[in-house]
């Protein structure tokens, strides 16, 4: 069964997995792999809680790049955490008031953006 494993590895191209399949047995092939995602999804959980923040840009580079360094991860982390920026409707001209998030013109008082649906503060 390593063996088939290895072979169709092999045959894709990838010669890491090929190799993994040589060496170890097929349960310690199965038991890195889920390691390695549970720790990928670890690695990656601040750019995950993060996702739908305006930031959500910034903090994955963040996560990516300083995430290895315990303090760049934590960062990213609280980062992910904090609230957004605040909202506004801001007059930009007479009678005129646009949402600070999309540039959507309010329609009247409004607690929430009906462009992008963002609370108004
Ligand atoms: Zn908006």
Do not use: Q
């Given at each position: 069964m390593a063996m088939e494993a290895a072979i169709i590895a092999h045959g894709a191209g990838c010669n890491f997995l090929a190799f993994l399949a040589y060496l170890k047995p097929e349960e310690d092939v199965k038991m890195f792999f889920s390691a390695g995602l549970g720790g990928l999804v670890l690695y990656f959980l601040p750019s995950i809680i993060g996702?739908?923040?305006?930031?959500a840009g910034a903090i994955f580079l963040l996560n990516f790049f300083l995430g290895w360094t315990v303090v760049g991860w934590i960062v990213a982390m609280v980062w992910a955490c904090s609230e957004n920026p605040p909202v506004h409707y801001v007059?930009?001209?007479?009678g005129g008031l646009f949402c600070t998030a999309c540039g959507h013109p309010a329609a009247?008082?409004?607690?929430?953006?009906?462009?992008?649906?963002r609370v108004l503060y």
């Amino acid at each position: 069964m390593a063996m088939e494993a290895a072979i169709i590895a092999h045959g894709a191209g990838c010669n890491f997995l090929a190799f993994l399949a040589y060496l170890k047995p097929e349960e310690d092939v199965k038991m890195f792999f889920s390691a390695g995602l549970g720790g990928l999804v670890l690695y990656f959980l601040p750019s995950i809680i993060g996702r739908n923040k305006r930031n959500a840009g910034a903090i994955f580079l963040l996560n990516f790049f300083l995430g290895w360094t315990v303090v760049g991860w934590i960062v990213a982390m609280v980062w992910a955490c904090s609230e957004n920026p605040p909202v506004h409707y801001v007059p930009v001209a007479p009678g005129g008031l646009f949402c600070t998030a999309c540039g959507h013109p309010a329609a009247g008082p409004a607690r929430f953006c009906a462009s992008c649906g963002r609370v108004l503060y």
